[in-house]
């Protein structure tokens, strides 16, 4: 079964440091997220993209993050000059059409020093 | 706003024994709504969903959910459960008439006792 791939697993940064997450979205979906998790707390909803644009996006996803198609597969998240409470794991998903279910990936562990 | 309750922070059940992990939520709209389970250091890995049709949905791995519209539930549930289904699991909402995004639960963490 096609999955989401996110690369790296874990990513240790310094603070103030640009940090880039990968996402390898599934390959005919058409929509797609990046979510975080801060340890312990819930899943949190960061911005969804679909045309080449962002279509959403929440109040956490300020000036400091952006997101890029580069091309027909990747999806990145970067984000700017880190913080230390940027530290979670952060969730690539991605889905077909309208009423199909979004697929996630495994998440990549972004740890702020 | 959507939002999504799950009431109990954990739940123990004997193997064989069914089990229920509650949800309920708040749209203005026509909800989607989906359950996900998350493994120790794995992402959240799709069970089952409502759109719309029957009320009772049937998913991976055994489970169901009953979507009750007058109630505003949908609980998860699997008649005998498993040692190695013990997880976290997460309910979520959509709002269909107004965004795209999930709304999650904080999860149920759901241990399945030998």
């Known amino acids: 079964e096609p999955e989401v791939t996110q690369t790296p697993s874990h990513q240790v940064t310094q603070m103030g440091q640009e940090v880039i997450l990968h996402c390898v979205p599934i390959?005919?979906?058409?929509?797609f997220y990046w979510y975080r998790q801060i340890l312990g707390q819930k899943v949190e909803f960061l911005v969804s993209?679909?045309?080449?644009?962002?279509?959403?996006k929440s109040e956490i996803f300020d000036d400091q993050f952006s997101v890029e198609r580069p091309d027909g597969s990747n999806f990145t998240l970067k984000i700017r000059s880190t913080k230390l409470e940027d530290s979670a794991m952060y969730f690539c998903?991605?889905?077909?059409?309208?009423?199909?279910?979004?697929?996630f990936g495994d998440g990549t562990r972004l740890s702020i020093l | 706003a959507q939002s999504v309750a799950q009431p109990e922070d954990q739940v123990n059940v004997a193997e064989g024994n069914p089990l229920t992990v509650k949800c309920t939520y708040s749209?203005?709209?026509?909800?989607?709504l989906f359950w996900y389970v998350q493994y120790p250091n794995r992402g959240l890995q799709f069970l089952l969903k409502?759109?719309?049709?029957?009320?009772l949905v049937k998913g991976s791995y055994g489970f169901e959910a009953e979507f009750n519209k007058s109630q505003t539930s949908f609980h998860l549930k699997k008649p005998s459960a498993l040692v190695s289904d013990s997880a976290l699991y997460f309910c979520?909402?959509?709002?269909?008439?107004?965004?795209?995004?999930?709304?999650f639960g904080k999860g149920t963490r759901l241990h399945i006792l030998p």
């Open positions: 979520a909402v959509r709002d269909s008439d107004r965004d795209d995004k999930i709304i």
């Open positions: 749209v203005s709209g026509n909800p989607y």
């Open positions: 390959s005919n979906h058409l929509y």
């Open positions: 409502y759109i719309t049709g029957d009320n």
């Open positions: 993209f679909y045309n080449n644009e962002i279509s959403e």
């Open positions: 998903a991605s889905r077909d059409s309208s009423n199909q279910p979004q697929h």
